[in-house]
């Protein structure tokens, strides 16, 4: 069940990134490190339903490999540094 809610609020969250004709994309790694978003090859997003520090922590590396500084954990519940979808 949880993973069909997060399904849908990926989903949510991409048709909100998409808005303005932004390109969006995704990135993973072969080791399977990913970022769920990357918007106009600038900003990396990765999503959660509930986020940690350690969510904070692997999008920051993953993201720095690929030289971006503009990156958020996005949470549908509260966590500390991360971003309600709202706030997009």
Not at 12 to 41: C, M, P, T, W
Not at 49 to 67: F, S
């Amino acid at each position: 069940m949880l993973s069909c809610i997060l399904v849908l609020y990926e989903n949510a969250i991409f048709h909100q990134l998409r808005l303005g004709q932004r390109e969006v994309s995704y990135y993973q790694k072969r080791n399977g490190a990913e970022i769920d978003f990357i918007v106009d090859k600038k900003k990396a997003y990765e999503v959660k339903l509930c986020a940690d520090e350690r969510d904070l922590a692997r999008l920051k590396r993953v993201a720095d490999e690929l030289g971006m500084a503009e990156r958020s954990v996005i949470s549908y519940a509260y966590a500390p540094g991360a971003r309600y979808g709202f706030e997009l």
